[in-house]
């Protein structure tokens, strides 16, 4: 191949690597819409955001809330904050095997300030579309940056983002430590680890504050649906 075919090789890999950043997107309307979607489903889809350190019991919290919407028929789903690092979140280490590098540079997260801001967008997103279809969408994420939660929040309709923040002393959360993570941020094996050398900044308006360690999980849960009865997001349970 001459030089002159090569550059004309490479000008057209540029215009169309342009093209493809340049195509029109719209936003399709679906033929079934939110309203009908609710009541079919008899309930409001909204984000139910759990918040909180490691360890203070947000996945056990979101998961019970989710078992007892279910048992009462609602359609609801958990993402949860480790699940998501599997496949749609996942970190470069583990694209780059089926992906390569290049890409698993581009598009992995890893737990740094920007990747969590991404990670949290990301799920945001995907909240959003859950919600349009009238589930009521439940996550559990430490997400310790305000303006990431702040975010989500405005990517959403009003009274469609429900901020739970499961409160718990970093004391408790450590004698928790499920995942052993504390022990080792303690021994600097992780660094940037919320809680231990990056903060965590507490909600300033949370709609719900769970104090996990005062109840147990079925309580707690119960508390949550309550709220959400309160609100209009499902119906008010006869007694």
Sequence with gaps: MSKSEENSYGAQDQVTEQVTELVDVRWHA?????DQRET??????????FTGLSGSGKSTLANEVDKQLHARGYRSFVLDGDNVRHGLNASPDLLESTHGKPFAN??????????RKENIRRIGAVAELFTQAGIITLTAFISPYRRDREAVRKMLS?????????KAPLAVCESRDPKGLYKKARAGEIKGFTGIDDPYE???KAEITIESEKNSPPVLATQVLVWLERAGVIPIRES
């Design 106 to 115: 581009r598009f992995g997260l890893g737990f740094g300030s920007e990747d």
């Design 158 to 166: 009003e009274k469609d983002f429900v901020e739970v923040y499961v």
């Design 30 to 34: 679906a033929a079934v819409d939110r």
């Design 202 to 204: 507490e909600p300033e």
């Design 40 to 49: 079919s489903a008899g309930h409001r889809g909204c984000v139910i955001w």
